[in-house]
């Protein structure tokens, strides 16, 4: 085992694994994918896709999902959805949905949080804070105390 | 951090001091001296990833899955049980940790978080306590020639180490919890005192103040004084609510204590204070503790069993013979079926409320796997024996009125 001498030298990553749903009848959804200001899919969304990949831990998680181009009335249905993130075994998707935020083009009829990025606009979800602290706060854990 | 009854500091609450080699009494060393520089030693052993050996109680409990004391502090600062390593690198006190490496163990900081054990004051001499926690149990054991009559010198009886003390809590940013034992902790004056001092000195605001009661108090005065603090937990030492827990908890009466533990139930709700049942599970509770975890699943409230007990040996749990295990062992698995089958996730915050079920599910699985695996210490048995008799006699009561399936275990013994 490593000793905490070590551990304090150590930059540890985090994995995770994210499927995106692409629905749609006659157009694929077209987006932009952003995990931590990191482009992982940028174009049309063909098929359901699972991406995976690693962050720092003390990286604080952003996601954000652009839905561009969309023609209502060419395919009304087109769009993505986020059906699962993953990091460290953890799925946080439904946290994640209920502490996003969704700017797009019909925000007066359609302003609930959803993990449907159906509107053309930005879907975002920012922990604003490192992962390990995030998944404390989700699961209840209690005080997290700081010597400052 | 923990100050025990004579005042000796320890770094752990729930460290096992004949293996803690590092002690000093506040009236000697000062409590910033100890944490800062005393504590060296065992930082470095731990920095070295060294298991410091009074940290066994911990590591036992790990072993059965029951959540441990080292795994509640973690979590404190943001380190995930589960994922260690991973997590070890963003804990809220990584740069703090990382000083006290290159300090050879030493730090700047003071103690947030502290155990208060406040004396041995107490009106109640429960069968597995020790002399050294309760001055009835003292009297009685004194009184039938098991111990020498000692001398009493609780800490917080000299107004000068309580003033000493507070000054080192007033002195300590960010000072987060404090948690109060006795004896019984609302007999001792210093209870009292402290809270008053603390609230006078505006140190309220920001810290939470826990403390167990043995449900025999009501104290107008002090529930008053605690609802001035930030935040209140309070720990009801009970061991069951059948009648097992005259004989333990004796001379307390379970009716008594019910009554007490509703009024209690009742303060905490109405103040949005923590409230969770202290249990000190032995070899005569164990086979009882369903009925207070059908209690605390029915009311809502948690439960925080103590360690494995450690000492007196002989009350351990593991010096039941198998079939009684085997009996408990079912009652248990038969609660945790009625509720769920299953705990869905280990909750390493046994005060979480909005999990109140799971936290109750996670602890009796744990003993669960503690009865089903452990060593058989059966052969402690004349030990137990030897020690009941002797208690029976001055108090006039009979274990087998009140766990008669447990004859053939004791009477092989010689009672």
């Given amino acids: ?148 | 951090m923990r100050i025990r009854a004579n005042g000796e500091m320890r770094y752990c609450r729930w460290s096992q001091p004949d293996k803690d080699h590092v002690a000093a009494n506040i009236r000697d060393v000062d409590p910033e001296t100890f944490f800062q520089e005393h504590m060296s030693p065992i930082r470095q052993t731990m920095l070295r990833g060294e298991k410091y050996p009074a940290c066994e109680d911990c590591i036992v409990m790990e072993q059965y899955g029951k959540v441990s004391g080292r795994e509640k502090q973690m979590i404190k600062v943001g380190i995930d049980p589960d994922q260690f390593k991973q997590s070890f690198s963003t804990n809220t006190y990584v740069s703090k940790f990382r000083q006290s490496a290159e300090n050879n163990g030493r730090t700047d900081l003071l103690p947030v978080d502290w155990q208060i054990d406040l004396g041995s004051l107490c009106n109640s001499a429960c069968v597995f306590c020790t002399e050294k926690s309760s001055s009835r149990l003292r009297a009685e054991l004194f009184k039938l020639g098991i111990i020498d009559k000692g001398k009493v010198n609780d800490w917080s009886g000299d107004p000068a180490l309580v003033k000493k003390f507070v000054n080192v809590l007033a002195n300590t940013p960010r000072l987060h919890y404090l948690h109060f034992i006795g004896g019984e902790t609302l007999m001792n004056n210093g209870f009292k005192i402290i809270l008053q001092e603390l609230v006078a000195r505006g140190i309220n605001t920001e810290c939470t103040i826990g403390f167990t009661t043995n449900l025999t108090i009501w104290d107008e005065e002090i529930n008053d004084l605690l609802k001035k603090f930030k935040e209140v937990q309070v720990g009801v030492s009970i061991e069951t609510l059948t009648e097992v827990n005259d004989y333990l908890r004796w001379p307390i009466k379970i009716n008594d204590a019910k009554q007490m533990l509703e009024k209690y139930v009742r303060l905490a709700k109405s103040n949005n204070w923590y409230l969770t049942v202290r249990t000190t599970p032995t070899v005569f509770s164990v086979s009882r503790m369903v009925s207070l975890y059908e209690y605390c699943a029915k009311n809502n409230v948690n439960i925080e069993s103590c360690n494995f007990l450690d000492k007196p040996e002989f009350m351990r749990p593991s010096v039941l013979p198998d079939n009684i295990k085997q009996d408990t062992v079912q009652d248990l698995k038969d609660f945790v079926n009625r509720h769920g089958s299953t705990s869905k996730e280990k909750n390493y915050n046994s005060r979480d409320r909005s999990d109140t079920l799971n936290v109750l599910l996670t602890d009796a699985e744990a003993w669960i796997t503690y009865l089903s695996g452990t060593t058989d210490e059966s052969y402690r048995v004349n030990d137990l024996v030897q020690y009941i008799k002797k208690l029976e006699s001055s108090r006039q009561n009979k274990i087998l009125k009140y766990l008669p399936e447990y004859e053939n275990f004791l009477r092989s013994a010689g009672y």
């Fill in chain 1, 1 to 148: 085992m490593k000793t905490f001498y070590d551990l304090l030298d150590t930059r540890s990553r985090i994995g995770y694994s994210c499927e995106l749903i692409s629905l749609f009848e006659t157009v694929d959804p077209d987006i932009v994918f952003e995990i931590n200001d990191k482009v992982v899919h940028d174009g049309p969304l063909h098929e359901t896709k699972i991406f995976n990949g690693t962050f720092d831990a003390d990286t604080h998680l952003k996601v954000e999902i652009k839905l561009h181009g969309k023609e209502y009335n060419k395919d009304s249905v087109s769009a993505v959805r986020l059906n699962s993130f993953v990091v460290d075994d953890l799925e946080i998707k439904q946290q994640m949905t209920n502490n996003s935020v969704y700017e797009h083009d019909s925000p007066g009829t359609h302003a609930t949080v959803t993990d449907h990025i159906g509107w053309n606009g930005t879907w975002k979800f920012d922990a604003g804070m490192p992962f390990y602290h995030f998944k404390h706060k989700i699961k209840n854990r209690g005080w997290l105390i700081t010597p400052e």
